[in-house]
């Protein structure tokens, strides 16, 4: 791919170290190993990104994998969208799509195996009575009375669970680690449990189903994977991950972790996020106001503005949250290079160009992107009546305000320069028609006497208008920190920014967009960028704004 290799990170730093070790022969391993409880965003592609990009840069090998080994939360859907957002991103698995759920049968005659070694056990004590039996981080644990169960028992037991012989929550299976382990996740872990419930790969077959702690690092093993790449919060797992692949005696991964994205005014929980979309706080996983890939893409995001910032956002130990403002700069700096630039009216107000022969009209060439001169011209229309924004127009001007106002001079992008010669208002002082005279001479927006104006304005010919739907979004919180909640009383949704989509029902566009295909982006002149809604119709376009332009406006009036 032709585009910025991350930098080299401490991850990086270990594959090239073991590569010239020859710690794993040369190979390299990674995988991505979603759980399919909800849809892809932001902090995946930064897990994406890193465990294929290495993969590619290393001359490796990267793997998708479900760990599917919830069933009451997982579900086809979110499997067959992962797969759509992890192309969609830029990576192929090529032939290596699996399955924890496909290693059910080996995690079990694993897990005998550790019965076997007297490693495991069957407990029987509820889940509240082992919980309490952990004991703090800073007392030891207490033993289970069931501890000490033959092999035979236990064997017995376990397959007995296996049989559907017991309800959910009668037994479970337990590492037999320590009890009095500094680590209290090798307390006796549990690493299956009874849940009578149908999974949406292996239906009922089973009826006990692994945790994540021992079906991961053992998938990981069946997969032959070298470098088992993970968020920070697994650090404390990692002496469990190597007890279960050393009492095992099979492959033994690497396990690393590195420091999940996080973004300011917004949250990257799929929990949270199938809050959002269940209680209809959001209108769906590809809301353009959430940080799924769905939602980004519908926005308006490529996939290579999010792999360049994934790319940039560094791989380290600590956590930290990353300003959104870095998100937004890396799409600008992509589209600012291929989006064409036309010209639309969020809040039109009617300019009538007195001077101009009634009836008449003309075609005035526009470069479509300064950025790129093989992107060419197009033709945009100019009629004696334009729709401007009304806030590029001000009755009674204070001194810093260089836009449109009554006896000024200022200059229509791409056509002539207008003075502004009467206004008309309506009984309440609204300004309802802006009279202006053009000058002739000043055609494609240059004075052949040198004059200058201070301002550029965009238009758009009324008669050749296109209505159109605009939806402009700002965060989805009003708090940096959705969790920086006052009242106790109230939870992160109370932060939930009210006006994060405000909708313009009647824009006017220059006639060139009501063609665009859904997707298509531009540049609206001084506006930002947008998109072609998937709501979108020829009759009714739908324009999302992916991002404002901040004040790129400002520099271009200046060189213009
Ligand atoms: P969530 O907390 O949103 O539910 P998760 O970690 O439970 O996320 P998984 O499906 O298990 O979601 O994630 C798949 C992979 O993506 C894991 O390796 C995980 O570490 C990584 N990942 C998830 N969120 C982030 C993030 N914010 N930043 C970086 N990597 C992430
Ligand atoms: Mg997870």
């Known amino acids: 791919m032709n585009e910025p290799v991350a930098h080299r990170d401490f991850v990086r730093q270990i594959v090239e170290d073991d590569l010239r070790t020859g710690k794993w022969d040369g190979r390299i391993h990674t995988r991505f190993p979603p759980e399919p409880n909800g849809y892809l965003h932001i902090g995946h592609a930064k897990s994406i990104c890193l465990n294929f990009g290495i993969a590619a840069e290393y001359g490796g090998k990267c793997n998708l994998r479900f760990d599917d080994t919830n069933p009451e939360k997982e579900d086809t859907e979110y499997v067959d969208s992962i797969m759509e957002d992890v192309r969609w991103l830029g990576f192929d698995w090529e032939d290596r799509l699996f399955y924890a759920s496909d290693y059910f049968e080996q995690l079990y005659q694993w897990a005998e195996t550790l019965i076997r070694l007297e490693k495991a056990y069957v407990c029987s004590l509820t889940l509240d009575e082992i919980r309490a039996g952990r004991g703090t981080p800073t007392e030891p644990g207490i033993a289970s009375p069931w501890r000490s169960r033959t092999v035979d028992e236990n064997l017995d037991l376990f397959r007995r669970m296996r049989a559907g012989e017991f309800p959910d929550g009668a037994h479970v299976l337990r590492a037999k680690i320590d009890m009095g382990h500094p680590h209290m996740l090798l307390r006796d872990p549990i690493m299956y449990r009874i849940r009578h419930a149908e999974h949406h790969r292996t239906g009922n077959q089973w009826c006990i189903y692994p945790t994540y702690d021992y079906a991961h690092g053992q998938s990981d093993s069946i997969e032959q994977i070298t470098h088992s790449i993970c968020t920070l919060e697994f650090e404390n797992h990692r002496p469990l991950y190597d007890w279960y692949c050393q009492a095992l005696g099979i492959h033994h991964p690497q396990q690393i972790e590195f420091n999940r994205l996080n973004l300011t005014y917004t949250m990257m929980s799929k929990r949270r996020l199938l809050e959002l979309v269940k209680g209809n706080y959001v209108r ?146 609204q300004v309802q028609e802006i009279h202006c005279t053009y000058d002739p001479a000043t055609k494609g927006g240059d004075a052949p006497d040198g004059r200058k104006v201070k301002a550029t304005l965009h238009w758009v010919s009324v008669p050749h208008a296109v209505t159109a739907e605009v939806r402009l979004y700002d965060h989805l919180f009003r708090t940096e920190d959705p969790d920086d909640v006052a009242d106790p009383a109230l939870d992160w949704k109370s932060n939930l920014n009210p006006n994060s989509l405000h909708t313009v029902s009647s824009a006017k566009l220059e006639p060139a967009l009501g063609q665009a295909p859904q997707g298509a982006r531009f540049q609206f002149e001084r506006l930002g960028y947008f998109c072609v809604d998937a709501d979108s119709t020829p009759e009714r376009p739908v324009f999302n704004r992916t991002v404002t332009l901040k004040d790129q406006w400002a520099k271009e009036q200046v060189k213009s």
Request: charged fraction near 30%; glycine fraction near 6%; hydrophobic fraction near 35%.
């Open 284 to 429: 769906g996983w590809d809301d353009p106001r959430i940080p799924t890939l769905r939602g980004l893409r519908r926005r308006g995001y490529t996939p290579e503005a999010i792999r360049a910032f994934c790319a940039s956002v560094g791989v380290t130990k600590h956590n930290a949250t990353m300003d959104m403002g870095v998100l937004e700069n890396h799409i600008r700096e992509d589209l600012n290079k291929r989006a064409e630039r036309r010209m639309a009216v969020l809040d039109p107000v009617k300019v009538i160009i007195t001077n101009y022969p009634e009836g008449q009209s003309e075609e005035l060439p526009a470069v479509n992107n300064p950025e790129d001169a093989a992107a060419g011209t197009r033709s945009v229309p100019f009629s004696r009546e334009l729709w401007i924004e009304r806030d590029d127009f001000m009755v009674d001007p204070p001194k810093k305000f260089f836009r449109l106002a009554p006896g000024r001079e200022v200059r229509l992008r791409w056509a002539y320069f207008i003075t502004c010669t009467h206004i008309v208002q309506d009984s309440q002082g």
